[in-house]
């Protein structure tokens, strides 16, 4: 945007500095889709753990002593 500014370009400028802030936001939009997905992932694969007794099946225990 400088460049275009220094030069006198101020239509340029503005059109250079509304298309930097529109990348900005949908960077944004991305970013809080995908941090969103991670939490619900994560709290699947929590719960799918919880629900199916900590990941133990199929161990043996066994009694020291």
Do not use: C, E, K, N
Not at 19 to 44: D, H, N, T
């Amino acid at each position: 945007m400088y460049p275009l500014w220094a030069s006198g370009d101020v239509d340029g400028a503005q059109d250079a500095s509304d298309r930097v802030r529109r990348l900005g936001q949908l960077s944004l939009w991305i970013f809080g889709g995908l941090l969103l997905l991670f939490v619900i992932l994560y709290i699947l694969v929590a719960v799918v753990v919880i629900t199916h007794g900590g990941g133990r099946h199929g161990m043996m225990h066994y009694r020291y002593g």
